[in-house]
């Protein structure tokens, strides 16, 4: 006697689960310009790579003799796979089957895919599209009764993102659990008019007494709440895309500059990019005139690893470019100044987007790579009541608090407590200032007429006392006599900046491998 029976149910439980919503629901996914769940799986993970794990869970329908009719599968897909060629926990949400919500699914089989993430050290991606949390107001007059909210599982969620690289892409409009889901992540992705993102969606938001007046339609209602142009810009989610093949490939790009867990090192790739490359562009990157910018993105280009630049957050806390690399085949983490926008002062958000950043490379042991040309954090009014000095402290905080190696080159300016947050002065500072640089406690301009008014006063022509007054601070403010005094480092030919941090990158994971 053998166990075919019980094998042809299983293949016939596997074929229903396969359907999903039912055929009408999944081309109404496909007629939304959307992948359905079982589609995104197979083209986020490495071929043939994804194992499924619970197929057949959900709810059975039974005929009064007790035998199958049918199955509503579980609106949560997870397995086993590799991306890259690591091993992976590979999670989807089903939107055919009432929207992804949870009431409709089985909550262990969730909590399940974030345990096995965490007690195996597996990297997770969560493709989130629907609400994910407890249900309709109808699901109440099912149990008769109300609750008291809990996420089962959330503390396995927590775990995650102190053990493992977490990243999320919202795939569709994602409310409540499914948008805190989204954010609880390390790498988040939004699709620009596939996701929205937001606590409650429209309708709830109108029940409450806040109307779209402006809206034409249901759609336009969920991008004015909680679009695309909301939210990569806040900085609740990292980075926006054209389209869903956009957002699997950014997830493996990121998870290629990741370890598989905290612990673990990342790994380095082969370098064809010369270490000695030595770019003349750079030599004319930095203005002389302290008032015109330059591309801070053109000199990232030049000193790294060739296409190997992986931006996060372009579109938010703009004042600092943030961003995967590698140097010579090492993957860094780099924090870059951007001149062209504010300046490059540091306002609230882009202290916030700085501090967070600090924080994922320190916690996967990415040695950091600083480029600096700061003239201080954003005054006036506006900054102040944006909280802008507390942001700001936090992100110093976390540039002394970070243990992984760091590597700063001062290009221009490093002015007051922003511009001494480049690095832990209470630690070796691994430093190169370029002959560009400009630095102190205050940019010299803005206090020149305060700290020389009684010689102005006093001068016949106070015009000219004013340009010999420059004139005799611009020498005393030359970097080289910083250097005289060895208040920093070592002033460099900029065309020498690739070798030396190649060179930064090498000793930086001599120590970090010593460590294990």
């Not at 589609?39 to 039974?62: M, Q, T």
């Not at 779209?212 to 980075?239: C, F, M, P, S, W």
């Not at 905290?262 to 750079?282: F, I, M, N, Y």
Request: charged share 25%.
């Amino acid at each position: 006697m053998t166990w075919a029976k019980e094998l042809e149910e299983l293949r016939q439980r596997e074929a229903l689960a396969e359907e999903m919503g039912g055929a009408d629901k999944v081309a109404r996914q496909h007629g939304r310009g959307k992948m359905d769940a079982r589609a995104r799986l197979v083209a986020l993970c490495d071929e043939g790579s994804f194992r499924e794990i619970g197929k057949i869970a959900g709810k059975g329908h039974y005929n009064e003799n007790g035998d199958l009719t049918g199955v509503t599968p579980a609106p949560f897909l997870f397995g086993k796979a590799t991306i890259n060629g690591r091993p992976v926990v590979a999670t989807a949400d089903d939107f055919t089957i009432r929207g992804g919500a949870a009431d409709a699914g089985i909550s262990r089989k969730m909590v399940q895919a974030e345990m096995m993430a965490h007690e195996l050290k597996l990297p997770i991606i969560r493709m989130i599209d629907g609400t994910g949390g407890g249900g309709s107001v109808k699901t109440l007059e099912q149990i008769g009764a109300t609750y008291i909210p809990a996420v089962p599982g959330w503390g396995d969620v927590v775990e995650n993102l102190d053990t493992v690289p977490v990243v999320a892409l919202a795939l569709g409009p994602t409310a409540g659990l499914g948008a805190t889901r989204t954010v609880a992540s390390h790498y988040s992705i939004m699709v620009r008019g596939l996701s929205q993102l937001f606590a409650a969606g429209p309708a709830v938001v109108d029940a409450m007494g806040a109307q779209y007046e402006q809206a034409k339609d249901h759609g336009q209602a969920k991008e004015e709440l909680g679009g695309v142009d909301i939210h990569t810009r806040n900085g609740v989610v990292d980075d926006e895309v054209a389209s869903e093949a956009e957002a699997f490939a950014r997830a493996r790009h990121f998870l290629s500059f990741m370890p598989e867990h905290v612990g673990q090192l990342a790994r380095r790739s082969l370098c064809t990019d010369p270490v000695h490359r030595r770019e003349e562009r750079l030599l004319s990157l930095v203005p002389h005139d302290p008032r015109q910018v330059y591309s801070m993105r053109r000199c990232m280009e030049m000193v790294l690893d060739q296409g190997t630049v992986f931006e996060i957050g372009k579109n938010w806390g703009r004042a600092a470019i943030t961003a995967l690399a590698r140097l010579d085949g090492w993957p860094v983490a780099v924090v870059a100044s951007d001149p062209s926008y504010l300046g490059g002062s540091w306002e609230a958000k882009t202290s916030e987007k700085v501090e967070r950043f600090v924080k994922l490379a320190d916690q996967f042991r990415l040695p950091i790579v600083h480029l600096v040309d700061n003239p201080g954090f954003m005054i006036g009014r506006e900054a102040e009541v944006a909280g802008t000095i507390r942001y700001g402290v936090q992100a110093m905080n976390a540039i002394y608090r970070a243990s992984v190696p760091l590597a700063s080159i001062v290009l221009r300016r490093a002015y007051g407590i922003a511009g001494s947050a480049m690095s832990n002065a209470d630690r070796y500072q691994y430093r190169f200032c370029w002959p560009s640089g400009d630095w102190g406690s205050l940019p010299i301009a803005g206090g020149l007429e305060v700290a020389y008014k009684s010689e102005l006063e006093a001068s016949d022509d106070p015009a000219a006392e004013l340009e010999a007054i420059k004139e005799r601070l611009a020498k005393v403010t030359s970097p080289f006599r910083s250097a005289e005094r060895f208040n920093v480092e070592d002033i460099i030919d900029p065309r020498d900046t690739r070798p030396l941090l190649c060179e930064f990158a090498e000793l930086a994971w001599r120590r970090l491998q010593s460590e294990g």
